[in-house]
T-cell receptor, first 115, second 113 residues
């Protein structure tokens, strides 16, 4: 595996379900990110982890719970979601979480549908 | 506040022709960077090119070049010799010292044969 991978690629869940999204990066990076991409809206940064520590929570509802056990893995635990949470969830990584020129490498995303 | 504006929701270009995608930004940071990413229908964001605020030369990367006009706060992407595979959404996020990327709404480019 190379780059940034995300599983599952597609997820359909009911509002009472609990599910998790997984992201793994094989680039030796130290920073990882979760973004939400809704139709016709700019990408929204949700969470940032730098060296396994959460450095950014962009006012995300508590029904989204991130976990970063090590610099290579990032999870997004989902529970009691709403239909408006349906979106493409993108994971990204970068060398670290500082510096203006740090290119972020993105995974293919998980397309989430909440019924 | 930091902001990215992409005023072209959609663009058409004939195969083999050049196309310019517009991007303007607003920031109070002295040091910042502009990125261009391509997002095909598969969903993955693909990095294309980067321009730092202190770079004196416009960035180029193969068929991609960035027309950086700092005084106008614009960082337009020029794609030369368009190919069918260039059809995608294009984003020009702004990066600052915290490495947070601020995205706009993007431009959907369709390359016609």
């Amino acid at each position: 595996e190379t780059g940034v991978t995300q599983t599952p690629r597609h997820l359909v869940m009911g509002m009472t379900n609990k599910k998790s999204l997984k992201c793994e990066q094989h680039l030796g990076h130290n920073a990882m990110y979760w973004y939400k991409q809704s139709a016709k809206k700019p990408l929204e940064l949700m969470f940032v982890y730098n060296f396994k520590e959460q450095t950014e929570n962009n006012s995300v509802p508590s029904r989204f719970s991130p976990e970063c056990p090590n610099s290579s893995h990032l999870f997004l635990h989902l529970h009691t979601l709403q239909p408006e949470d349906s979106a493409l969830y993108l994971c990204a990584s970068s060398q670290d979480g500082t510096g203006v020129s740090n290119e972020q490498f993105f995974g293919p995303g998980t397309r989430l549908t909440v019924l | 506040a930091q902001k990215i504006t992409q005023t072209q929701p959609g663009m058409f270009v004939q195969e083999k022709e050049a196309v310019t995608l517009d991007c303007t930004y607003d920031t109070s940071d002295q040091s910042y960077g502009l990125f261009w990413y391509k997002q095909p229908s598969s969903g993955e964001m693909i990095f294309l090119i980067y321009q730092g605020s202190y770079d004196e030369q416009n960035a180029t990367e193969g068929r991609y070049s960035l027309n950086f006009q700092k005084a106008r706060k614009s960082a337009n992407l020029v794609i030369s010799a368009s190919q069918l595979g260039d059809s995608a959404m294009y984003f020009c996020p702004l990066g600052g010292a915290t490495n947070k990327l601020i995205f706009g709404t993007g431009t959907l480019l369709a390359v016609q044969p």
